[in-house]
C-alpha cells in the first residue's frame, strides 16, 4: 500500500536478476525448513468474534485440489521478504528479481502469457514490469471476458522521507507489505489451476510501482486494447496481521449482491467490517475510476507499516490462508456469475451514515377498508398489478373468507398476519364480480419475519432484507435476530416453529430459527 513518494535515489549493486533469485530461492527453503508461522498480536480495536457464530455457520468444504498451504505461502513470504532483494523497490535489481521468480512461477503453473510480445513481464517507466497471466475460460462466449484478481510486489527499497516512517537507509522488507499479498496470490493461482476452469478468463497479476503511485496497474488499464474486456477486479493488498479473524473488505457495494457472495465464500470463519469507504492508496482505486467493480480485503495497518521492522517472522500465516480460500471461491463465483457484471455507479455518492435502505415491498399487495374490524372478513379496494395478489387474478370488490384454512375473521391484524406467513398461501375467496366462491393460490413475495422484527431493503443487495431493529424479548430476539443482520433466505413451513432463517452477519452465514438458543 503507498504512501506519497518520489523516486529513490539509492541503487542496489549490480546482479542477475535470475541470480538473484536463485540465490534467495535456496535461501527460502532453509528458512521454510526451521521456520513455523508466528502469529502477529497487539491490543486492536477490531471486535472480538463471536463465540456463538461457529457453531451456526454452516462449513464448506475446501478439497485438497485448492493447493493452498501455510508452508507454500511461508515459502513465498520468506523469499519475497528476504534481505537479498534489499525491499523490491521498484525498477531496481532486487524489484527484477521478484518480477522474474513470478514470471516463472506463472510459466510453472501453465499460465498464458498476457505481458508485452508474448511474456509474461510488461515492462515500463523506469525499469519497472508488471506480471501477468491467463487461465482462460471454459464458455465460447464468456471467456471473452475477464476477471482479474491482482497484488503489488514493490516496496520501498531502503526507505526515505517520502515513502517510510523510518529508520531511513535500512532494508524495508516489507513482509505484509506486500508479500503477504503476492504469497497470497501466487497460492491462489495454483489453487485455480487445480478446479474446473470457470466459464469466464481469470487474469493474474503482480503489478509493479504501486508504491510510486499505482503505475502497474494504470499502465495495463491504460495500454490494454479494451477496457470493456475487464468485468471485475479484486485486490490483495497487506493480509499478513489479521488479529481476532478479522478483516476488513472494500468495494462490496460497487457491484449489486457482492456482499452476499463474499459471505457465501467464506469457509474460513472470517469476521468481516464492510467498508463504505473508497480508498484511493491502492491499486483496486485504478479499476474503480474506470467503472470496474472490486473488492479488497484487507488486514488492517500496524506499527510495522512501511518500517524496516515489516518482516515475515510477525505474519499470521493461518490468517492468509484463510483469505486465500476466500478470494479462491470468490474469483471462481465471480468468474461464473451468471448476469452481467455491472458497476454499480451509485456507490460513488453513498456513506455508512445514510445507507440507503428502503421499505421493503408488500408481500401481497392489497388494501382493504379501514374500517374493517375483527369479526370481519377483507374486502379489498385496491390491488396492485404486479403483486402476489394481481398475478394471482384478485380484484377489487373480492372478499377473503379462508387462508391456509384460517377464518379471516379471526385474524386482528392481517398486515402483521401476512408478515408472519409462508410464502404459499391458499385462499378461499368471494367474488366481487359474482359472488361465486373460489379457491386460489398465490405465493406471497419476499421473505416472512418473525414478530417483534422490522427489516427494509438495501438497492446494492438485490432479493436480501436487513434488519433495522429488534423488539427486546420478542420472538425475534429469542430465534437469535440482531440489527444489521441480512436474510438471505428462508426454508419456510406452514408452522412458524419450523421456519428456518439463512441470514449473514458480519460476512458470515448462520442459520435461526425459534428452535435456536438466543445468542447473547
Not at 493452498?68 to 537479498?84: C, G, W, Y
Not at 395478489?389 to 380484484?395: E, F, N, T
Amino acid at each position: 500500500m503507498k504512501v506519497k513518494t518520489t523516486r529513490s535515489q539509492l541503487s542496489l549493486p549490480r546482479k542477475s536478476a535470475v541470480d538473484a533469485r536463485s540465490i534467495v530461492r535456496g535461501m527460502c527453503l532453509v528458512m521454510i525448513l526451521v521456520a513455523s508461522p508466528v502469529a502477529y498480536s497487539e491490543d486492536a480495536s477490531s471486535p472480538p468474534a463471536d463465540p456463538t457464530a461457529a457453531d451456526s455457520v454452516p462449513t464448506l468444504a475446501v478439497t485438497d485440489e485448492t493447493q493452498i498451504t501455510i508452508k507454500e505461502l511461508q515459502a513465498h513470504a520468506a523469499f519475497l521478504a528476504s534481505d537479498t532483494l534489499q525491499g523490491r523497490d521498484a525498477g531496481t535489481e532486487g524489484g527484477r528479481a521478484t518480477a522474474a521468480y513470478l514470471a516463472d512461477e506463472l510459466k510453472h503453473l501453465k499460465y498464458l502469457p498476457i505481458g508485452t510480445d508474448a511474456d509474461y513481464r510488461q515492462a515500463f517507466g523506469a525499469g519497472y514490469q508488471n506480471v501477468l497471466g491467463l487461465l482462460e475460460g471454459s464458455d465460447p462466449h464468456l471467456k471473452n471476458e475477464w476477471v482479474v484478481i491482482g497484488a503489488h510486489f514493490d516496496h520501498v527499497g531502503f526507505g526515505n522521507p517520502l515513502n517510510s516512517h523510518g529508520p531511513f537507509g535500512q532494508i524495508h522488507n516489507g513482509a505484509d507489505d506486500n508479500a503477504s499479498g503476492v504469497s497470497c496470490l501466487l497460492e491462489i493461482a495454483e489453487a485455480l489451476c487445480g478446479l474446473p476452469a470457470p466459464k469466464r478468463s481469470i487474469a493474474i497479476a503482480f503489478w509493479d510501482a504501486e508504491e510510486r503511485g499505482l503505475l502497474g496497474s494504470a499502465h495495463w488499464l491504460a495500454n490494454h486494447p479494451d477496457l470493456s474486456q475487464v468485468q471485475f477486479y479484486t485486490n490483495i493488498d497487506m493480509v499478513g496481521r489479521m488479529r481476532d479473524d478479522s478483516a476488513e473488505v472494500f468495494g462490496v457495494r460497487t457491484l449489486p449482491g457482492l456482499r452476499s457472495m463474499l459471505a457465501r465464500s467464506n469457509a474460513g470463519d472470517i469476521q468481516m467490517k464492510f467498508s463504505w469507504a473508497q480508498r484511493d492508496d491502492s491499486d483496486h482505486y485504478n479499476f474503480y475510476q474506470r467503472n470496474i467493480p472490486y473488492t479488497m480485503v484487507f488486514s488492517g495497518l500496524h506499527y510495522d507499516y512501511h518500517r524496516p521492522s515489516d518482516d515475515v517472522e510477525k505474519l499470521n500465516f493461518e490468517g492468509i490462508e484463510k483469505i486465500a480460500q476466500l478470494l479462491t471461491r470468490q474469483m471462481i463465483e465471480v468468474a461464473n456469475y451468471p448476469e452481467q457484471l455491472t458497476f454499480r455507479d451509485y456507490c460513488r455518492n453513498e456513506h455508512i451514515n445514510s445507507p440507503p435502505l428502503a421499505s421493503l415491498p408488500s408481500r401481497l399487495g392489497v388494501t382493504w377498508s379501514p374500517t374493517r374490524q375483527k369479526g370481519q372478513t377483507i374486502t379489498l379496494t385496491s390491488v396492485e398489478g404486479d403483486s402476489a395478489a394481481g398475478k394471482a387474478g384478485l380484484q377489487v370488490g373480492d372478499e377473503l373468507v379462508l387462508i391456509n384454512g384460517v377464518d379471516v375473521r379471526e385474524i386482528d391484524n392481517f398486515i402483521e398476519w401476512i408478515r408472519r406467513s409462508p410464502v404459499h398461501l391458499d385462499m378461499d375467496v368471494v367474488r366481487a364480480k359474482d359472488r361465486a366462491e373460489e379457491q386460489i393460490s398465490l405465493d406471497l413475495k419476499g421473505f416472512p419475519l418473525p414478530e417483534g422484527l422490522l427489516a427494509a431493503r438495501d438497492a446494492a443487495e438485490p432479493g436480501v432484507a436487513i434488519v433495522t431493529s429488534v423488539t427486546s424479548d420478542s420472538p425475534a430476539a429469542q430465534c437469535g435476530f440482531r440489527q444489521g443482520d441480512r436474510i438471505l433466505a428462508v426454508n419456510d413451513g406452514v408452522n412458524q416453529e419450523n421456519r428456518v432463517w439463512d441470514i449473514e452477519r458480519n460476512g458470515q452465514l448462520m442459520k435461526l430459527s425459534p428452535a435456536v438458543t438466543p445468542l447473547p
